[in-house]
């Protein structure tokens, strides 16, 4: 049986994906969460084969959920589930470390297909997602380092030096040289300037897009 975390903050989109689980015998979902930070728990608790993770939740997001399993060494594979199919959301999710990514309204055609797939090593994207635009936005973001992305993303959201060192548990100095790294790799000489290439190139999320 394969071992499945099921995180949603919504309980009845978890019973749901509980429910059509139920219906092939070979996955048994063993915890579920309704934020991040519950689902960080959970994988780390029950060691599961796969986390079945929703983009929008509270307290941690799931791109800092699959970066914080990514940055522990969790072999758990992570197969997003999503309303959003903007090829920006799902490029930053892969190079993040998912493993899949699936759209919430293919669940019912698509889910199990997805599942095989990630638990046999292999990468799965919604059939109806532009991939030739999301392989262009991983070609970009191979550019920058994991952290990088972090640092980039958190700099778009309108946090200072000082608050991406203490979010990152990093010092100033070394927040301060991962900025200068920015701009030089995207050669840019100010932080607008950083952010407005960022987004002209899909590096980051703005925020304010909502995934569902």
Do not use: C, W
């Given at each position: 049986m394969n071992r499945i975390v099921l995180a949603d903050d919504h309980a009845l989109v978890r019973r749901g994906l509980a429910a059509l689980l139920a219906t092939d015998g070979r996955f048994v979902v063993?915890?579920?969460?309704?934020?991040?930070?519950?689902?960080?728990?959970?994988?780390?608790?029950?060691?599961?084969?796969?986390?079945?993770?929703?983009?929008?939740?509270?307290?941690?997001?799931?791109?800092?959920?699959?970066?914080?399993?990514?940055?522990?060494?969790?072999?758990?594979?992570?197969?997003?589930?999503?309303?959003?199919?903007?090829?920006?959301?799902?490029?930053?999710?892969?190079?993040?470390?998912?493993?899949?990514?699936?759209?919430?309204?293919?669940?019912?055609?698509e889910l199990f297909q997805a599942l095989e797939a990630v638990l046999r090593g292999e990468r799965y994207v919604s059939r109806s997602i532009d991939m030739e635009h999301v392989e262009a936005l991983e070609t970009a973001h191979s550019q920058l380092t994991a952290r990088e992305r972090e640092v980039l993303q958190l700099i778009a959201d309108g946090h200072t030096t000082q608050g991406v060192a203490e979010l990152l548990a990093i010092s100033p100095h070394t927040a301060t040289r991962h900025r200068a790294n920015l701009m030089q790799k995207l050669d840019v000489h100010n932080q607008v300037e950083l952010v407005r290439a960022a987004v002209a190139r899909g590096l980051i999320v703005m925020s304010g897009k909502a995934e569902r």
């Open positions: 063993v915890a579920e969460a309704g934020n991040g930070e519950e689902a960080l728990a959970a994988v780390h608790a029950r060691a599961p084969d796969a986390l079945l993770l929703d983009l929008s939740m509270p307290k941690v997001d799931g791109l800092e959920t699959i970066r914080r399993l990514r940055a522990r060494g969790s072999r758990t594979r992570v197969l997003v589930l999503s309303m959003y199919d903007d090829a920006q959301f799902v490029a930053q999710a892969l190079a993040d470390g998912a493993d899949g990514y699936l759209l919430k309204h293919a669940m019912d055609d």
